[in-house]
């Protein structure tokens, strides 16, 4: 039990003190958790584990869903919002299923969505907090030609 209150308060002071950039790579991370959690309780007939798991995924990826701007994030942010549509649907007919393979699909995609805001979560590390206040609206998403302006980076409401 004390284990798990220590583990709570480390959680809740990393999101309180990352970036917005930081927080879109934590939010990556709980939803990849939550669907190996939810391809763990499938295997163990466990309906309302997985439920539960497959819902909280679905949560934060509408959270992040609605973090885009899609004016000013362009041809990357409606990319995102498709992706993330068709996230759900797979979340939801895994559900209705009860099949794991649609988890997996949705955990590479968001395992490599993860792997490049982590990159630019770490470029942005680096330097004054100025700089890299600039490097979020300034710098490339994925290598391309839209700016981090994708996101809102507005305050996410989801319990990770």
């Known amino acids: 039990m004390e284990n ?6 480390y ?3 990393a999101v309180r003190t990352a970036n917005p950039v930081q ?6 991370d709980a939803a990849i958790c939550s669907l190996r959690e939810a391809r763990e309780h499938i295997e163990q007939k466990n309906i309302e584990g997985r439920s539960r798991s497959i819902n909280k995924c ?11 701007n899609l004016k ?30 649609p988890l997996a699909e949705i ?9 490049a805001w982590r990159a630019l979560a770490e470029k942005t590390n680096g330097g004054t907090e100025a700089s890299r206040r ?8 994925f290598g391309a030609s839209a700016p981090a302006a994708a996101m ?8 990770i």
Request: glycine residues 2%; proline residues 1%.
């Open 4 to 9: 798990q209150a220590f583990a709570h308060r």
């Open 152 to 159: 809102q980076l507005k305050p996410f409401n989801v319990s």
């Open 134 to 141: 600039d490097d979020l609206t300034n710098n490339v998403v």
């Open 23 to 28: 927080l879109i790579v934590i939010l990556y």
């Open 107 to 115: 955990e590479a995609l968001l395992e490599n969505l993860s792997s």
């Open 72 to 101: 000013a994030g362009g041809e990357i942010a409606t990319s995102l919002d498709r992706l993330y549509d068709y996230m759900k649907r797979l979340l939801f007919t895994a559900n209705f299923r009860q099949n794991a393979q």
């Open 58 to 68: 679905i949560s934060i990826i509408s959270e992040l869903q609605c973090s885009l």
């Open 11 to 13: 959680r809740e002071v």
